[in-house]
Nanobody, 123 residues
Framework: QVQLVESGGGLVQPGGSLRLSCAAS????????IGWFRQVSGKKREGVSC????????YYADSVKGRFTASRDNAKNTVYLQMNSLEPEDTAVYYC????????????????WGQGTQVTVSS
């Protein structure tokens, strides 16, 4: 069974940090571009970042550049999203997904999705 499972979400104060994990089973994440997306109820799903296959080049939405960092741990078959300097506007359900040949931040271009993990940034 091919699965992606997100974890690491929770409640954090503004300015705080969280690290999200995207763990794969049934396939090797090393051979896929992996995107991170977020969605607030009633809003369109927003691309946050993408980490490419091969050299692992990363891409970020303007709203998170300088604050979020995507990375891979191939030995653990896991992709991470380190989120620093969190703001209330970052509150959303965060998802990871397998990407196309070339990294994009367009949700419709991604294939398998995890179940999501809630991130809440609040005082």
């Amino acid at each position: 069974q091919v699965q992606l499972v997100e974890s690491g979400g929770g409640l954090v104060q503004p300015g705080g940090s969280l690290r999200l994990s995207c763990a794969a089973s049934g396939f090797n994440l090393e051979y896929y571009a992996i995107g991170w997306f977020r969605q607030v109820s009633g809003k369109k799903r927003e691309g946050v970042s993408c980490i490419s296959r091969g050299d692992g080049t990363t891409y970020y939405a303007d709203s998170v550049k300088g604050r979020f960092t995507a990375s891979r741990d191939n030995a653990k078959n896991t992709v991470y999203l380190q989120m620093n300097s969190l703001e209330p506007e970052d509150t959303a359900v965060y998802y990871c997904a397998t990407g196309p040949f070339t990294c994009t931040l367009v949700a419709a271009h991604f294939g398998s999705w995890g179940q999501g993990t809630q991130v809440t940034v609040s005082s």
